[in-house]
């Protein structure tokens, strides 16, 4: 019995299940079943498998066309025939659009219904082809890859730590190098506002280095996550996913940042204007 081909006819006409029945006999290898209509048609394909549907097109409630849909939805591999006493070309491109198999004309005779039924099931299964709809092709636009681009996002994730360490030693040494010449090249004109920068210079030198040095690694540390964050934005999904967690940051930190800039913003004006008016009486001209 396992070897039987099962096919399902759905048409509210009984003589067309019966006609089925009587042409695809078990002695021909078929089991013929049988739907009044397109809801009765899809309970008994949830509870068995078919290898080919015969649905009249013109049905109550739901037409022959909508239920190959529901069906190609579920089993696109199911072969599914029409049978139209309609045939206009607006049902047939419909039908087509839906993925039947083939069409069969009222009134039907035994060499059609056999013919029929063995030219459909030695169809292969066609594959289904979704399109997806603009707007989601716009969320994921498709790149060009470049060739190197894997193998460059890896050598800047392996090289981020020495670059950071890198700067961690080197830059507090060039800053001190850089104030130690500007001290020199004020010592060398020696008036009363060369040599107040001159005293400055020195005093700051060290914080200045020591800020370089605390600073410089977490500078080097986000390098490397700059890094890893490219090479993860190379995948859809995640870069995707981390835009959604960048807007999250953003409105998260904003309060911060705003408290931020009205803290500091006060003493840079202040430290301002003591330095214009420290400049002013540095120049005022000194009594004879």
Same mark, same amino acid.
């Given at each position: ?97 839906? %993925?039947? !198999? ?5 009134? *039907? ?8 039924? $063995?030219? #459909? /099931? =030695? ?23 470049? %060739?190197? !681009? ?5 050598? *800047? ?8 360490? $890198?700067? #961690? /030693? =080197? ?46 690694? =977490? ?70």
């Amino acid at each position: 019995m396992s070897a039987l081909r099962k096919v399902l006819v759905v048409d509210d006409d009984p003589v067309v299940g019966k006609s089925f029945n009587r042409v695809l006999s078990q002695d021909k290898g078929y089991v013929v079943v049988t739907a009044q209509n397109a809801a009765e048609a899809l309970e008994r394909l949830r509870e068995r498998e078919y290898d080919v549907v015969f649905t009249d097109i013109k049905m109550p409630d739901m037409d022959g066309v909508e239920l190959t849909e529901r069906v190609k939805a579920s089993r696109p591999w199911t072969p599914v025939v029409i049978i139209t006493g309609y045939g206009t070309t607006a049902n047939e491109q419909r039908a087509k659009a839906a %993925g039947v !198999s083939d069409f069969m004309r009222k009134p *039907l005779s035994p060499e059609m219904i056999e013919e029929s039924a $063995a030219h #459909a /099931l =030695l169809e292969p299964a066609r594959p289904r082809v979704i399109q997806l709809p603009v707007a989601h092709a716009e969320e994921v636009p498709l790149q060009p890859l470049e %060739g190197n !681009s894997s193998y460059k996002k890896m050598a *800047l994730l392996l090289a981020a730590p020495f670059i950071g360490l $890198a700067f #961690a /030693l =080197l830059l507090p040494l060039a800053g001190i190098a850089m104030l130690a010449w500007l001290a020199v090249q004020a010592l060398a004109t020696p008036t009363r506002l060369q040599r107040a920068k001159a005293v400055a210079l020195f005093l700051v030198a060290p914080f200045i280095g020591l800020a370089y040095a605390v600073l410089l690694p =977490l500078v080097g540390a986000a390098m490397l996550l700059w890094a890893a964050g490219q090479a993860l934005m190379a995948i859809p999904s995640v870069r995707k996913m981390l835009m959604h967690v960048k807007d999250i940051a953003l409105f998260v930190a904003a309060p911060f940042i705003g408290l931020i800039y009205a803290l500091m913003l006060p003493f840079v004006g202040i430290t301002m204007l003591v330095s214009l008016g420290v400049k002013a009486w540095m120049t005022r001209p000194s009594k004879a």
